[in-house]
T-cell receptor, first 112, second 112 residues
Framework: GQQLNQSPQSMFIQEGEDVSMNCTSS?????WLWYKQDPGEGPVLLIA?????ELTSNGRLTAQFGITRKDSFLNISASIPSDVGIYFC????????????FGKGTSLLVTP | DGGITQSPKYLFRKEGQNVTLSCEQN?????MYWYRQDPGQGLRLIYY???????QKGDIAEGYSVSREKKESFPLTVTSAQKNPTAFYLC???????????FGQGTRLTVV
């Protein structure tokens, strides 16, 4: 599969702070997806992006599909304790036959 | 409720034994997937099925087998040939190949 580089690997923030994480690829992606995984559970789809330049919000979450189609970012505003978890970027690329490829995740810890 | 059901949640296996993980979906999705997750790693694709009666190897298929005899079911067998089977296994489905994927709650397999 295609390699997705996700950063940062982990983040420790205080409640109320904003968070930003990103994902890059060496090849063009057709879609970008952002998932959140709680411990011991399956990932839950947060935001899906389908067009270059697209900016989409879901409550306090905002994600963008990069213009080059090789990157995406996810922002979380005013973090709360329940934001704790692992956030994964994922995407479909024609180079990988449209299989869904995943980054290694960003582990988020929010302290009160 | 519509969704993806994986069972069992926890599974213990003795070395040398085959074991089958169940995945059922009632979303009428055509495509189904199996991923493996190890600590600190992203999700790696084991097998996928774009449509009933068809399946393809993913990036790490060695030591695994699948079947797709019914649209709603995609069981994964972890064989004794899999050298390091202890992991968290995730099943997913999507309306069609290349569309947004939704996950089950996972099965944690431990070899004892």
């Amino acid at each position: 599969g295609q390699q997705l580089n996700q950063s940062p690997q982990s983040m420790f923030i205080q409640e109320g702070e904003d968070v930003s994480m990103n994902c890059t690829s060496s090849s063009i992606f057709n879609t970008w997806l952002w998932y959140k995984q709680d411990p011991g559970e399956g990932p839950v789809l947060l935001i899906a992006l389908y067009k270059a330049g697209e900016l989409t919000s879901n409550g306090r979450l905002t994600a963008q599909f990069g213009i080059t189609r090789k990157d995406s970012f996810l922002n979380i505003s005013a973090s709360i304790p329940s934001d704790v978890g692992i956030y994964f970027c994922a995407g479909h690329s024609s180079n990988s036959g449209y299989a869904l490829n995943f980054g290694k995740g960003t582990s988020l810890l929010v302290t009160p | 409720d519509g969704g993806i059901t994986q069972s069992p949640k926890y599974l213990f296996r003795k070395e040398g034994q085959n074991v089958t993980l169940s995945c059922e979906q009632n979303l009428n999705h055509d495509a189904m997937y199996w991923y493996r997750q190890d600590p600190g790693q992203g999700l790696r694709l084991i097998y996928y099925s774009q449509i009933v009666n068809d399946f393809q190897k993913g990036d790490i298929a060695e030591g695994y087998s699948v079947s797709r005899e019914k649209k709603e079911s995609f069981p994964l067998t972890v064989t004794s040939a899999q050298k390091n089977p202890t992991a968290f296994y995730l099943c997913a489905s999507s309306p069609s190949w290349g569309a947004d994927a939704f996950f089950g709650q996972g099965t944690r397999l431990t070899v004892v």
